[in-house]
């Protein structure tokens, strides 16, 4: 095997959310959100985790569980966050008491819930259902081994076709956008350069640690070990299927954490399939987007310690200079037709937009050439 390189692993991991972006750096997390209004709003607030200061947590194996419970309650809190300055106003009076994302028990009660309601109808689609088609080959199939394998092909083939359905939807490609911007603002730290729009734009949108990559590794080992375990009756198996869950995310778990801290062969070629599939679950970025990430990152994590401490270079006024005007964030939009009527859109057709007079013109981005992007 070839030698294994230690990357500079930043520890921050993100999602995107409702127009914006949440960005997570030890139990401190900022959701930053493009308002309607085209003004940019930052939530700082502190999640623990439901494990917080157990030992459990450095349990290889047994910590990933918890932390895919984790990501899941904290991921839906954001996306509603988010979804509130999107609502309509009968909403938004119901919101207004509980509109921040704190962490108290009334928002964590409700985002446990409906965790709980996504987890659901994930097992029924992922899991009961492939395992309901294959089970009605055991008449004609009397290979055990092949059962197994026909069943993790129906398997693969309902994940992949329900990302690319998504993947087709007008708000959800928005949503990969910003998705597309944590990445990229991640990978531009990461490979050490300074957090701006100009290098995030140039940096790459693909990254092992995604989430994305997370459940491709769950349907991936979860093929791999139900092929090695049989049972005979239908109702047993899918007991069995339902149980191994949190045995398939725990090793999920460890495998996105190593690709996230090392470069070498064997984490390459595991990665491979899952910066695949972030073909379809991430876009380009367009600056706006870019500008929303990067105030998410600056608001939980200090970039300039950390290019410090990894790279050994301070970061200067001098070196900031040349990109200071790209990166001054506005807060309106350009008078582009096409952005306004992407987020007219989501606002309640009720609330006045801002006039084309209103909107302030940015810099423009020069487009990087091809060699510029990473692979």
Request: hydrophobic share 40%; net charge negative; aromatic share 10%.
């Amino acid at each position: 095997m070839a030698e294994s390189t230690k990357k500079g692993y930043s520890g921050i991991g993100g999602q995107a959310v409702l127009e914006g972006v949440m960005m997570k750096n030890g139990e401190k997390y900022a959701v930053a959100v493009r308002k309607p209004d085209g003004n940019i709003t930052v939530e700082v607030e502190h999640y623990s985790g439901i494990l917080h200061g157990s030992a459990i947590n450095k349990i290889p194996f047994v910590r990933g569980i918890f932390n895919f419970i984790d990501s899941m309650v904290l991921g839906m809190r954001a996306l509603n966050y988010s979804a509130s300055f999107y609502d309509d106003e009968s909403e938004k009076e119901a919101r207004r008491d509980s509109k921040r994302v704190k962490n108290d028990s009334k928002s964590n009660g409700s985002s446990v819930i409906i965790s709980i309601i996504s987890l659901i109808i994930a097992i029924g689609l992922f899991v009961v259902l492939p395992t309901y088609l294959a089970g009605l080959f055991d008449k004609f199939v009397r290979n055990d081994s092949l059962v197994a394998i026909i069943e993790g092909v129906i398997r693969i083939v309902i994940f992949l076709g329900y990302i690319i359905f998504i993947s087709c939807l007008k708000d959800i490609k928005r949503l990969y956008g910003y998705h597309g911007a944590e990445h990229k603002c991640i990978n531009c730290i990461e490979r050490g350069r300074l957090l701006t729009v100009k290098n995030v734009t140039r940096s790459s949108r693909f990254h092992k640690r995604c989430g994305t990559s997370f459940l491709y590794l769950v349907v991936f080992i979860s093929v791999i070990l139900f092929i090695f375990i049989r049972v005979d009756t239908m109702w047993l198996r899918l007991v069995v299927r339902v149980a191994m869950i949190p045995v398939i995310a725990g090793i999920s778990y460890e495998i996105l954490r190593l690709a996230g801290r090392y470069d070498n062969a064997f984490i390459s070629i595991i990665s491979a399939p899952g910066l695949w599939i972030q073909h379809l679950t991430t876009k380009e970025p367009d600056k706006h987007m870019i500008q929303v990430a990067i105030s998410s990152v600056e608001a939980v994590f200090d970039w300039k310690a950390y290019l410090k401490e990894y790279y050994d270079y301070e970061v200067t006024d001098e070196m900031l200079r040349e990109d200071e005007e790209e990166d001054h964030i506005k807060l309106n939009y350009k008078s582009k037709e096409v952005e306004k009527d992407e987020f007219s859109a989501l606002k309640n057709p009720d609330e006045t937009i801002l006039e084309e007079d209103d909107w302030e013109d940015g810099p423009e981005l020069d487009e990087p050439d091809e060699d510029d992007w990473e692979d």
